[in-house]
């Protein structure tokens, strides 16, 4: 069983940066695929980056690459996403998900995701 927590929302000027963090809580040593994804009001959800189970390989949308860094330590079991240069419509709930196999290219597909913390709510103005 794995539960996901997400912090570090909140609001901040157009320009400005955050880092969002997820806490993971698990059973065992396994690690797992990570993502982000974000949902605006009414907007379906998006993935937003995606990083392997070591770190070694990450992955982004294509209109966040250049802003956006997502990491992982798995000795503290914490995956972070530091978002720079927000713009207003970078407003909406983050969310963080883990997956049990590499999802490599498919790494935006929320379906293939076996949990999801709560979300973080992040306000550009």
């Known amino acids: 069983h794995v539960q996901l927590v997400e912090s570090g929302g909140g609001s901040v000027q157009a320009g400005g940066s955050l880092r969002l963090s997820c806490a993971v809580s698990?059973?065992?040593?396994?690690?797992?695929?990570m993502g982000w994804f974000r949902q605006a009001p009414g907007n379906e959800r998006e993935g937003v980056a995606g990083?392997?189970?070591?770190?070694?390989?990450?992955y982004y949308a294509d209109s966040m690459k250049d802003r956006f860094t997502v990491t992982r330590d798995n000795a503290k079991n914490t995956v972070y996403l530091q978002t720079n240069t927000l713009k207003p419509e970078g407003t909406g709930m983050y969310y963080c998900?883990?997956?049990?196999?590499?999802?490599?290219?498919?790494?935006?597909?929320?379906?293939?995701?076996?949990?999801w913390g709560q979300g973080t709510q992040v306000t550009v103005s």
């Open positions: 998900a883990a997956a049990f196999s590499f999802l490599g290219g498919r790494w935006s597909e929320s379906n293939l995701y076996s949990y």
């Open positions: 698990k059973n065992g040593d396994g690690n797992y695929w």
């Open positions: 990083i392997s189970l070591g770190g070694g390989r990450t």
